[in-house]
């Protein structure tokens, strides 16, 4: 079993910043790939950002890439999302989750889930 707990979220001005932390806690989590993915009111879960156990390999959604980083300290079980010039469209519940490997991330597979982040950007 794994644990994730997400923070870091709230509101923001358009432009603005925020960084979401994802704490794992349980059965070796530092060895999963993990990611970020967030859910809009009326649409679909989608996939944001993923990194790989090791942090070495990154992959971002096109609405993501440039704006967004994703990074992890494994030291502390914890994946970051930094995310800059925040629009209106970024606003949704903001989940991370655990999977086998990046790839299987970005096909939205994760293993394991939190519970999930407000974000919203508005003036």
């Known amino acids: 079993q794994v644990q994730l707990v997400e923070s870091g979220g709230g509101l923001v001005q358009p432009g603005g910043s925020l960084r979401l932390s994802c704490a794992a806690s349980g059965r070796a989590a530092r060895n999963n790939a993990m990611g970020w993915f967030r859910q809009a009111p009326g649409k679909e879960r989608e996939f944001v950002a993923a990194?790989?156990?090791?942090?070495?390999?990154?992959s971002y959604s096109a609405s993501a890439q440039d704006r967004f980083t994703i990074s992890r300290d494994n030291a502390e079980d914890t994946v970051y999302l930094q995310m800059n010039r925040l629009k209106p469209a970024d606003t949704a519940v903001y989940y991370c989750?655990?999977?086998?490997?990046?790839?299987?991330?970005?096909?939205?597979?994760?293993?394991?889930w939190g519970q999930g982040t407000q974000v919203t950007v508005s003036s």
């Open positions: 989750a655990t999977g086998g490997s990046v790839w299987v991330l970005e096909l939205g597979r994760g293993d394991y």
């Open positions: 990194t790989s156990s090791t942090g070495n390999t990154n």
